[in-house]
């Protein structure tokens, strides 16, 4: 089984809650979400969030790209709370020139 406050952190990446076990559930502290695909995904969540009707229907409704539901188990985020994760930018990938010229500095 898993053991609450040992100190050891997992964090799946699921794409949907359907077929995530309940006791699996029960032992995360830490909770994000999304838009989710599902109203089965979306009641799950809201539940083991704690969200009352009105939160889910902001939810519902609300949630855009970059846009998350949070709920930590210990401090000061114990009630669910939003927040924005900016857009990374990230570096242009690497061209066939610049592997040609970092090739070329290693045969100097």
């Not at 989710?36 to 979306?42: I, K």
């Not at 083991?48 to 709920?71: A, I, K, M, S, W």
């Not at 066939?96 to 100097?108: G, M, V, Y």
Request: aromatic content about 8%.
């Amino acid at each position: 089984g898993i053991v609450r406050g040992a100190g050891i952190g997992i964090w799946p990446l699921v794409q949907t809650i359907i077929g995530f076990t309940r006791r699996g559930r029960a032992n995360l502290a830490m909770r994000t979400f999304g838009r989710l695909g599902t109203h089965e995904d979306l009641a799950v969540m809201a539940a083991d969030c704690g969200l009352d009707e009105e939160q889910q229907n902001y939810v519902r409704h609300n949630l855009t790209p970059g846009t998350f539901v949070g709920q930590v188990g210990l401090g000061s985020y114990t009630r669910p709370f939003i927040f924005r994760v900016p857009l990374a930018k990230l570096p242009r990938g690497v061209s066939e020139a610049d592997i040609q010229l970092s090739q070329a500095l290693l045969r100097e």
